[in-house]
């Protein structure tokens, strides 16, 4: 399917609407081979449509000589056109929004009543495209919040259309929300492989995609620097807050859209960051971060694995010094190293083939129920894929546990003694 993304966000790939769309389009690509053009809609010279209808009268010409004559090819190439931005001020961005409107030459001056409505008459076959909105916000909130922007997309496109809109958006770009982001962008993952092979999306899913990854008040006090460390609160909440009923539209009533402050997700978090280490709480770092920590992060791994120190120490060596991209990750509490896991080519098992593998996962007794290994994980997982690190194995003898974390058991591996392990994979 050829596919043309319309990045409306003006952060371009640092969009967190973005994080989003990426993972909807691995989903497609998992299940079938994809051709994706994308436009960065804020880099492209679009005049604003002056109103003259020219184009309308006179087959399709627009009288602006800029980027929409081939952005308008493009569409008409195209199978899927996917809108992805963020909600502003109820609707999409002025970008996008003038891209939109200057895609007028596409009909004629001519109406039609379609159902109850009128429409101007198409000046080219659009019936095989199939349109999908993928709009993230900055509010809990999705009622009262996005309907503006989905009335708009249905009337625009009001056939063969799919519309995903998630709040809390900020959070895909907050590596300190990794917990909770990670298994929500599994979910989107799963609506593109459905949305691909089958045209549509359960509405249940949907739903889920579109409820909020933490509870509003939560939220909202993190958001207004208020709110403690998103490590337990975070874990926790999110499965507390599993997918309520048509959630795409059920957020309470109650949430003034009013009053809350809107300071970027990424500056708060670093804030409450800092008061988290102030407190002596959890800190979730890599070792590049950290790099004071590499002979007592060797030493903890050893101790905890019984490998030799020489040995870990080699590997994080070579992450530090940029010779490979397989990292080292670590939970602090106050200056204290209470978990951590690594990333190396094989984790000691005959399945060569399976590479690379998360290892040595540990959180210190005292600290095991907090949702650390989780964190971690969540960590892990969402600097790989920045990377193009994907997909990710480990080997445990642990059942039940990765599966909370979006691991799937791919097969048994025997380890150096011949015992069997079981390999778990991340997608
Ligand atoms: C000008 C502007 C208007 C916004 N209006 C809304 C809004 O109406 N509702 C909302 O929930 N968030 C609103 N936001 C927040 C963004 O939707 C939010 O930060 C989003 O995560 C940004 O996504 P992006 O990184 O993909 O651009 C607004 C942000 C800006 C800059």
Known sequence: MKILVLNGSPKREKSD???????????????????????????????????????????GTCMHQDDMQDILHTILESDLLLFSFPLYCYGMPAPMKTLLDRTMPLSSMAMQKVGDRYAHVGQADFSR??????????????????????????????ENHTILTIPESPMFSALEAAAVTEPRLALVRQAGKQYALAGSIDEALLSQIGSPMI???????????????????????????????????????SCSTQSVDLPEMRNTNRNTQDATKDKGEYRYLSLRECPEFLNSAAAWFHEKWGVPRKAYAACMTAY??????????????????????????????????????????????????????????????????????????????????????????????????????????YR
């Open 129 to 158: 495209l199939r349109y999908l909105m993928i709009c993230g916000c900055g509010f809990p909130n999705s009622r009262h919040n996005f309907e503006p922007a989905v009335a708009q997309f249905k009337l625009c496109f009001p």
């Open 17 to 59: 609407t973005m994080h989003i769309t990426r993972a909807f389009l691995e989903g497609m690509q998992e299940a079938a081979p994809q051709v994706i053009r994308t436009i960065d809609v804020i880099d492209r010279h679009i005049e604003y449509c002056t109103g003259c209808f020219a184009c309308k009268m006179n087959g």
């Open 320 to 425: 530090l010094n940029r010779e490979t991209e397989y990292g080292w990750y670590l939970c602090l509490n106050g200056n204290r190293i209470v978990g951590g896991l690594g990333v190396i080519e094989n984790d000691f098992h005959d399945r060569k083939d399976l590479t690379p593998n998360v290892c040595a996962v540990y959180t210190e007794e005292a600290f095991r129920g907090h949702g650390v290994a989780g964190h971690l994980l969540g960590l892990v997982v969402q600097e790989m894929r920045a990377k193009g690190i994907m997909p990710l194995y480990l080997v445990t003898d642990h059942t039940g546990f990765y599966e909370r974390y979006g691991w799937e058991f791919l097969c048994t591996a025997k380890d150096d003694s011949g015992n069997a392990s079981r390999v778990y994979i």
């Open 215 to 253: 509870p509003e008040e939560q939220y909202a006090a993190i958001v207004n620097g208020l709110g403690s460390t998103p490590r337990v609160d975070l874990e926790r909440m999110s499965t507390q807050k599993a997918a309520e009923p048509n959630a795409q539209y059920a957020a309470h009533e």
